[in-house]
């Protein structure tokens, strides 16, 4: 991957402190890289966080979610619900653990699949449902209700929606409070439920990018006690390579602890570019539900153009910006289907008919930016940026 010029604001920006780097720096000094008490307390923190019953950190997503699927006793072939926007890796992980992708479409307003969408699926056969909260954006009360109350096995994808939640009397969340972006101290907690306690398992992912990171790693949460007794039973035979080191742990740990903080400079910065973006413009933000509180991941920007054109305007002004879906399940698809149809050779899955009926994932993967932001941004390239997006071609 080629390095930006110096002067370039990048997309991303790793939030790492003097206080994350102590804390790897000391499990290298005590010569603790491997799997031990850094993992724990990670575990721990974890727990307390989400107020869930325990949990498991994992060295990737993939491994995270094969052992969800081993403790929910799901048979080989079986058909796992994703959603076409959803990270890459799932719809990869699930093919070569021996299941069968079923890939659904989006609700073009928000990216996530919606009810509906996961009812068909059902009707096609699917039996467990990995709900990716895209972009820190939940489905609303009803929809999430409808969601459980299929009877399905819902694991949460919560690694870009840490800290999100949905109101329980179903209130707030509106454009009135930043675009379903309520203070810390606005809220009661006892009247939100968040991200991470709706499905059976729910995956904290720790890549790079997501919301929490330790440099790679997953954590598996189990909300119920009934769940996490039998999570802990199968995850007690997982391998030393199997489980986080850590060092990748001590890094999340301390990530994990400073997440409010990082988090009110993420919204403080979302609530400035959401109110200068122009009302009239032909772009769009990516929209939720009534009584949905969204965390703030990045800043998604649905052009009305081509990428290619928004992309050099911004570089111009040496902002870089940067493809929403870029290795999402819809981008794997559309890539296989691209390299078959030079190659010729046969496929075990019609890749031109799925790609066909995931019309409104395909149009958000090709229109939808990501622009920066992210906690040590200063004002004055806050202030570049949100002129970018009022005058992008």
Not at 239 to 267: C, H, P
Not at 357 to 386: C, D, G, H, Q, W
Request: charged share 25%.
């Amino acid at each position: 991957m080629s390095s930006l010029p110096s002067n370039m604001v990048p997309v991303f920006s790793s939030t790492i402190r003097r206080k994350e780097m102590d804390a790897v720096l000391s499990c290298l000094v005590d010569e603790k890289v491997g799997p031990g008490e850094m993992n724990a307390k990670l575990v721990s923190a974890v727990k307390d966080f989400f107020g869930v019953a325990g949990g498991v950190a994992f060295r990737s997503p993939e491994i995270a979610l094969s052992y969800a699927l081993k403790s929910l006793g799901v048979e080989k072939t079986s058909k796992i619900m994703i959603s076409a926007l959803a990270p890459g890796w799932q719809y990869s992980a699930v093919r070569e653990m021996g299941f069968v992708p079923l890939v659904l479409d989006v609700d073009e307003s928000s990216g996530l699949v919606s009810a509906d969408a996961v009812q068909k699926g059902i009707q096609s056969g699917g039996s467990v449902l990995i709900l990716h909260e895209t972009m820190g954006i939940l489905p609303d009360s009803d929809e999430m209700e409808r969601i459980l109350d299929f009877g399905i096995f819902v694991i949460e994808d919560i690694s870009q929606a840490v800290g999100a939640g949905i109101f329980k009397d179903g209130l707030g969340g509106d454009d009135s409070v930043a675009d379903g972006i309520r203070d810390d101290d606005v809220q009661e907690e006892s009247s939100i439920r968040r991200a991470g306690t709706f499905g059976v398992f729910a995956i904290l992912g720790l890549e790079e990018n997501d919301c929490v990171t330790g440099g790679g790693g997953a954590v598996l949460l189990a909300p119920s006690r009934r769940d996490w007794l039998v999570l802990k039973k199968i995850s007690e035979s997982a391998s030393r390579t199997e489980i986080l080191g850590d060092l990748n742990s001590a890094l999340a740990f301390v990530q994990l602890k400073e997440f409010s903080r990082n988090e009110a400079a993420r919204k403080s910065i979302f609530s400035f570019y959401k109110k200068a973006f122009p009302s009239s413009s032909k772009n769009r933000l990516l929209s939720h539900g009534q009584g949905v509180e969204r965390s703030v991941w990045s800043f998604p920007v649905v052009l009305a153009g081509n990428f290619p054109d928004a992309e050099q305007y911004a570089k111009r002004k040496d902002v870089s910006i940067a493809h929403a879906y870029s290795d999402s399940v819809i981008a794997r698809i559309l890539r296989e289907e691209s390299e078959l149809d030079e190659s010729g050779a046969p496929s075990d899955v019609n890749l031109e008919l799925l790609s066909n009926m995931l019309i409104r994932s395909k149009s958000l993967y090709l229109r939808t930016a990501l622009f920066p932001l992210y906690p040590r941004m200063n004002s004055e390239t806050v202030s570049k940026i949100t002129k970018i997006m009022a005058t992008l071609p």
